[in-house]
Antibody, heavy 121, light 110 residues
């Protein structure tokens, strides 16, 4: 199970940290990812991180502004969001990689319920 | 504009079959497995198909997937009103080093 938290209202240029608490599986053995969905829009991948945390990837739209991280002792995934823009407004989902190991990012089999981020002045 | 191309909407009658296409390029579908997701309004996506044609446990056999070259297809047979949802394809794109999704297909069962 995955439970996101941390979503809130921020002004443009602000910061926010999302968390995703994992349970029911061996967290450290699976890559994790963040996917967002703007109101009325489709899915957009944001970032992914390997099971060890040693490798991470970012969508071009957030590179340099967002940082993904994980704490394998606390079974928690994070997304630090800086320099927020209006276009970052979305529901943010964390999701578990389907494949055991370092991560393939080819399929995500467990999703959280999402946390809402609104960026507006 | 999404990297993977899906029809925005499709409709069919209960009991019929529908196929949803997903068109990509050599750097994504041409070189990687595809996954399909189902999403009902206000809920998180659910994995329907992975590795092109495999179903996770709990997904009915009415759902099937296939891939050929840079195109993939999701098939749903014996349509039910409960299948009304948005469907997304997704895969890894080697050229951008990231996950790409289709724009989604809204399926109406009428």
């Amino acid at each position: 199970r995955l439970v996101e938290s941390g979503g809130d209202l921020r002004q443009p240029g602000g910061s926010l940290r999302l968390s995703c608490a994992a349970s029911g599986f061996s967290f450290q053995n699976f890559a994790m990812t963040w996917v967002r969905q703007a109101p009325g829009r489709g899915l957009e991948w944001v970032s992914g991180i390997s099971g060890s945390g040693g490798t991470s990837y970012y969508a071009g739209s957030v590179k340099g502004r967002f940082t993904i991280g994980r704490d394998n002792f606390a079974n928690t995934l994070y997304l630090q969001m800086n320099s927020l823009r209006v276009e970052d407004t979305a529901i943010y989902y964390c999701a578990k990689d389907h494949y055991y190991g370092s991560g393939s990012y080819l399929a995500f089999d467990i999703w959280g319920q999402g946390t809402r981020v609104t960026v507006s002045s | 504009q999404s990297v993977l191309t899906q029809p925005p909407s499709m409709s069919a009658a209960p009991g019929e079959k529908v196929t949803i296409s997903c068109i990509g390029t050599s750097s994504n579908l041409g070189n990687n497995y595809v996954a399909w997701y189902q999403q009902f309004p206000g809920t998180a996506p659910r994995l329907l198909i992975y590795d092109n044609d495999k179903r996770p446990s709990g997904i009915p056999g009415r759902f099937s997937g296939s891939k050929s070259g840079t195109s993939a297809t999701l098939g749903i047979t014996g349509l039910q009103t409960g299948d009304e949802a948005d469907y997304y394809c997704g895969t890894w794109d080697d050229s951008v080093a990231g996950v790409v999704f289709g724009g989604g297909t809204k399926l109406t069962v009428l």
